[in-house]
């Protein structure tokens, strides 16, 4: 009896380590390793209307591989963008502060040192330093100031221009959703075949639109070349300065003082003080300023709730009526026909969030963010506040803003119902937000380098290789014991 016991446990022993041992190589190596030491970089996105932080942290020992860069923590800087401290520079730096002391908390003191710190600042920075570099310099020299002061390995405070804030949102985008090379479970590298997403990123001064082409690029300033894990890329992108929501709504607002006695895109019933400099202050609004204002004056602005009038002042925004190549999307700007799939984020993502979210509305389709756009434009401002209670300063401007993304999107970039339903409005790939900033990071630390990183799991692979087999020995040797077994106690019983 015991005998027999024993002689089945041992190939019962057998099999369930031989499926157990399948079962483990079926799991991603990445899952069962220990965690390495990780290292860490922190970017600061000083966008035109609030500054943002980002940390991001990393294996150690795989700086060169793909997807394993991910985000640690981030902050909101409370006030404005830095920009909005043109006339009391120090202002700028000393906001920081509260970011960077979470920063010196989220990264283990043992790492401050060498994590490479970068600010990067975009078209609200690219404005102050259109109207007066003087003082862009003097806020630049003012946060530069402040973040010497921490202990992190602060690697410069720039602009970045629309071209780079374009290509390294695509970058984010297409890196967080592995686009480019992609980690097997067998341990090695592939690249999946399912195409670049472009990218659209909506900011407060600025707007950006990224995408892969094979179409030759007419205008040199619109294509950008890179290599990236051994592969090349050819992409187009444009980066609109101007055509920020911020900026648009100042343009907006600008042309209902000089058309209208009210504003069509505000709700009935809403009106408000509108001082003059925050209109013509900008140099997004030099065209629309009159000669002489006095900047102090306020004007009052009430709304009137027009769909079709409001449409009519957001299409002033566009110029259609010239195009020195074979294809414009507007303002003379060449633009290939948008092709592939795309992620739209930011401000992109805020106003369809709202429509979708806050006020129900469908708009999977053109047609219904048509409809949509009207729908909300035709709200008076107490349906408004009915509707979408809890949303603050921003209310009033929804109809602005969704009647803008609608007509960028459609007339502006060309997107027809087809290539629209081929965008996602989201914000976030995983726990990462998409943004230029991780793109920025990365190409500044070498962290995607111009080849393949290779077989580089060789080693891994044949011992993978190894361990497959003798798992695999072990459970038919489990079988074959067994079916011995079954066949001398047949024989046995037999007798
Ligand atoms: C990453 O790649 C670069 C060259 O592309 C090389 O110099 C560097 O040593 C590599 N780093 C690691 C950790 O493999
Ligand atoms: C400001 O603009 C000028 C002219 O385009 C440029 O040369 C300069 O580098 C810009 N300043 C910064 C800090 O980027
Ligand atoms: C400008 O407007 C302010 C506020 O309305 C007023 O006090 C001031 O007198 C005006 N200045 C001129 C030159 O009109
Ligand atoms: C559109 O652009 C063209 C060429 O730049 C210019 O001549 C025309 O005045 C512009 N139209 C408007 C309405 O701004
Ligand atoms: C706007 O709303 C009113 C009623 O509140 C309605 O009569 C009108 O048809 C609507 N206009 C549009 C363009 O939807
Ligand atoms: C990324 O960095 C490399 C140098 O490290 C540079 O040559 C390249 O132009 C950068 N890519 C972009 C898009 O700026």
């Known amino acids: ?86 006339d009391n520079p120090s202002g700028a730096g000393q906001s920081l502060v509260k970011c960077l002391d979470q920063a010196l908390r989220d990264v283990p003191k043992e790492r401050h040192v060498g994590t490479p710190l970068y600010l990067g600042a975009t078209a609200g920075m690219r404005l102050l330093n259109l109207t007066s570099p003087e003082a862009s310099a003097n806020v630049l020299a003012a946060v530069t100031q402040t973040l010497t002061q921490y202990p992190f390995d602060f690697r410069g405070a ?48 600025s707007t950006q639109i990224t995408f892969e082409t094979a179409s030759p690029a007419e205008d040199p300033a619109n294509e950008v070349q890179l290599r990236l894990y051994g592969q090349h890329y050819r992409v187009y992108t444009h980066s609109f300065l101007c055509y920020g929501t911020d900026q648009v709504l100042k343009r907006l607002l600008a042309g209902a003082l000089q058309t209208h006695s009210s504003h069509p895109c505000w709700p009935k019933g809403y009106f408000t003080q509108v001082q003059l400099q925050d209109v013509y202050g900008s140099p997004c ?15 009052s602005v009430s709304g009137s709730s027009d769909p079709a009038l409001c449409r009519s002042l957001v299409l002033r925004l566009f110029n259609f009526s010239s195009c020195g190549f074979s294809r414009c999307s507007f303002n003379g700007i060449f633009q290939p026909p948008v092709a592939g799939n795309f992620i739209a984020f930011s401000a992109f993502f805020y106003t369809m969030d709202f429509l979708t979210t806050v006020m129900g509305l469908p708009v999977a389709t053109l047609r219904q963010l048509e409809a949509a756009v009207v729908t909300i434009c035709n709200q008076t401002w107490s349906e408004l506040q009915a509707r979408a209670p809890g949303e603050g300063a921003h209310l009033p401007n929804y109809c602005a803003a969704a009647t803008f993304v609608q007509q960028l999107l459609s007339r502006g970039y060309g997107f027809d119902e087809r290539g629209f339903s081929s965008v996602t409005f989201q914000k976030k790939a995983g726990d990462a937000a998409v943004g230029w900033a991780l793109g920025y990071m990365l190409n500044l ?14 080693t891994n692979f044949s011992s993978w290789v190894v361990l497959l087999l003798l ?7 489990a079988l074959v014991l067994l079916l011995r077994q079954a066949r001398s106690a047949k024989s046995a019983s037999a007798i």
Not at 177 to 198: A, C, D, Q, S, T
Not at 449 to 458: E, I, Y
């Open 471 to 477: 798992f695999a020995a072990m459970l038919v040797a």
């Open 158 to 205: 720039r602009i970045l221009s629309g071209q780079e804030e374009g290509v390294f949102g695509w970058v984010t985008a297409n890196y967080l959703l592995e686009n480019f090379i992609k980690y097997g479970w067998v341990g090695r590298w592939f690249r999946p075949r399912k195409g670049m997403l472009g990218a659209m990123d909506l900011g407060g001064a």
């Open 445 to 458: 630390t070498n962290l995607i380098p111009a080849d393949p990183p290779g077989l580089r799991k060789g």
């Open 285 to 299: 609004t030099a065209a629309q300023r009159p000669p002489t204002f006095n900047s102090s004056a306020k004007v």
């Open 1 to 86: 009896m015991a005998r027999k016991v024993l002689s089945l446990l041992l190939p019962l022993l057998l099999a369930a380590v031989g499926l157990a041992g399948l079962l483990l190589l079926c799991i991603p190596t990445r899952d069962v390793r220990e965690p390495p030491a990780l290292k860490y970089g922190i970017v600061l996105d000083a966008g035109s209307s609030h500054t943002s932080m980002f940390i991001y942290k990393w294996p150690a020992d795989k700086e060169n591989d793909t997807g394993i860069v991910g985000q640690h923590s981030s902050c909101n800087v409370h006030g404005g963008g830095i920009s909005s401290y043109a």
